[in-house]
Every structure is written in structure tokens, then in C-alpha cells.
């Protein structure tokens, strides 16, 4: 069974700081791992998409990694700024099946 | 386009009650799919459909019904309400199952008492 982590549960940085967010998966068997973020009490929105047999994507101040045989994925957040703070979590698809860790909620201070 | 849609927002239900979620998408995408959020967990998949007619279940698919009668349309079925249903219930669309981008609606709160 699928099962998916995300480290840590929260994190607190000031603005500007530089910072990366992690997820792990147990099965490598995946077609791919999406990124969300998600604000309170709304749904997730798609922040990138990276395909089985891509290695990262980049999608203006936030980059993706994904090393499938060791099961982790990186999201790497540039320059914070207080409107990044939100819940992000990861997921990862399979056979109809997308499987999602319990997210990180990352607060940017002013 | 309004994306992907869901109705009601909020939902507070009588143990036993049953109750229809309703959930629509104006993308024309093949896959749909129901997920339930509890606090501290990530989403669970409920069911899902990979087009008008097909439906399968999930990880969680205990006292949900789903039927996709056209490609617009996959309302949530609650057959019996029981407290451990009190979730935020989302829905989900993407072009093809596999490989695209999925789309969120804005959820629906869900109370069982």
C-alpha cells in the first residue's frame, strides 16, 4: 500500500528566507507526483506537475524534484513571502489512485 | 469556464439522513473523482469515474454511492449518515487519468450528528 509523508507538519520562516519542503512515498511504482497548495478553508490548487520520467519542474520562484527510486520529492520555495503561507501537500498517482500526504503549513512572516 | 463546481458548501445532517453532494465540471474531462479531507490526513479517494458510465471505487468506498450519467456531472451519494462521515468532501477533474493536472472544487463541509 501507497503510503505517503510529508516533513515537517509545519514550518515558520521570515520573509525572504529560501526553504524546501519534503515528501516521501514507499511504493516508486508511480506515473506522477503533483504539488498543491492549499489556503484555509478552500480547495488545492495545482502548483506543478512532475511526470515518472522527469526529474523536476519549475514554475517561476518554486522548483520540483523527484527522485523516484529513492521515493522523495522536494519542493523548493525562493525569496518566502507572506503570501506563500498556505497548507502544501503532495500527492502521488497510480492506477486511477492518487494518494496524498497529510501536507505541511508553512507560515511566512512578515 | 467556472472549472470545476460543488453544492452545497455546508452540510449539517441527523445520523441516518441521507443526502446527494452534488459536484459538476465545464472542462469536458474524462476522470472524476471524490475525495473526503479529515484534520491531520491527506485526501482519501471515496470513488472515481473515467468517463460517462464508468465508476470504480476508491480507498474509503464504505457508505458512498457515485454514478457519472453524463460527463459533466458526478454527484456523491451518502446512503446513511453516520458521524464518522463528518469530513470536508472534495471533487476532482482531469482530462485523462493518468498524466494531467487535476482540478479541485472548493469543497463541501460536512456535519454528521
Known amino acids: 500500500k501507497q503510503e505517503v509523508t510529508q516533513i515537517p507538519a509545519a514550518l515558520s520562516v521570515p520573509e525572504g528566507e529560501n526553504l524546501v519542503l519534503n515528501c516521501s512515498f514507499t511504493d516508486s511504482a508511480i506515473y506522477n507526483l503533483q504539488w498543491f497548495r492549499q489556503d484555509p478553508g478552500k480547495g488545492l490548487t495545482s502548483l506543478l506537475l512532475?511526470?515518472?520520467?522527469?526529474r523536476e519542474q519549475t514554475s517561476g520562484r518554486l522548483n520540483a524534484s523527484l527522485d523516484k527510486s529513492s521515493g522523495r520529492s522536494t519542493l523548493y520555495i525562493a525569496a518566502s513571502q507572506p503570501g506563500d503561507s498556505a497548507t502544501y501537500l503532495c500527492?502521488?498517482?497510480?492506477?486511477?489512485?492518487?494518494?496524498f500526504g497529510a501536507g505541511t503549513r508553512l507560515t511566512v512572516k512578515p | 469556464n467556472a472549472g470545476v463546481t460543488q453544492t452545497p458548501k455546508f452540510q449539517v445532517l441527523k445520523t441516518g439522513q441521507s443526502m446527494t453532494l452534488q459536484c459538476a465540471q465545464d472542462?469536458?474531462?474524462?476522470?472524476m473523482s471524490w475525495y473526503r479531507q479529515d484534520p491531520g490526513m491527506g485526501l482519501r479517494l471515496i470513488h472515481y469515474s473515467v468517463g460517462a458510465g464508468i465508476t470504480d471505487q476508491g480507498e474509503v468506498p464504505n457508505g458512498y454511492n457515485v454514478s457519472r450519467s453524463t460527463t459533466e456531472d458526478f454527484p456523491l451519494r451518502l446512503l446513511s449518515a453516520a458521524p464518522s462521515q463528518t469530513s470536508v468532501y472534495f471533487c476532482a477533474s482531469s482530462p485523462y487519468r493518468v498524466a494531467d493536472t487535476q482540478y479541485f472544487g472548493p469543497g463541501t463541509r460536512l456535519t454528521v450528528l
Open positions: 512532475i511526470q515518472s520520467s522527469q
Open positions: 472542462m469536458n474531462h474524462e476522470y
Open positions: 500527492a502521488v498517482w497510480r492506477n486511477n489512485d492518487m494518494r
